[in-house]
């Protein structure tokens, strides 16, 4: 690299529309996403909020602004805050799945066994829900 310019080549930011998929799920006001793109690294944040949840499973968040790399790892990013729970959970992380523009959400219940549960169903309505997570793409 020679010059200041030949560093940020490939570097891009704006918005993306995060979903859970239910059918019919609706939103309230708040949901959006940014990003930013660095060479082959993205960064995301995102705010969801439901107002109700409808048919399907809800279990997966959807609409990265671009799909994951096939790397045989896991790449992972959290949830700052969420409320309005079906259930009690200590935490609720992400799991981007490879090849794809989607991830699961994974938690650990409140129990004093503390399960932990990929694809947990603990959306419902008025469940509100932000979180980050950076991965790598191609």
Known sequence: VSTPSELLDDYEEGTWTPHVNGSTTTYTGSNYGRYQKVGNTVHCQFAIGIDAVGNGSVSKLYGFPFNSAN??????????????????????????ENDTNTCLFISRDGSASGTCVNAPSVFENSTI???SITYRTD
Not at 72 to 91: D, E, I, P
């Open 71 to 96: 790397l045989g790892t896991v790449q992972t990013g959290h949830c700052s805050y969420f409320a309005n729970l079906t259930t009690s959970v200590t935490f609720i992380a992400l799991y981007i």
């Open 129 to 131: 829900i932000y979180g």
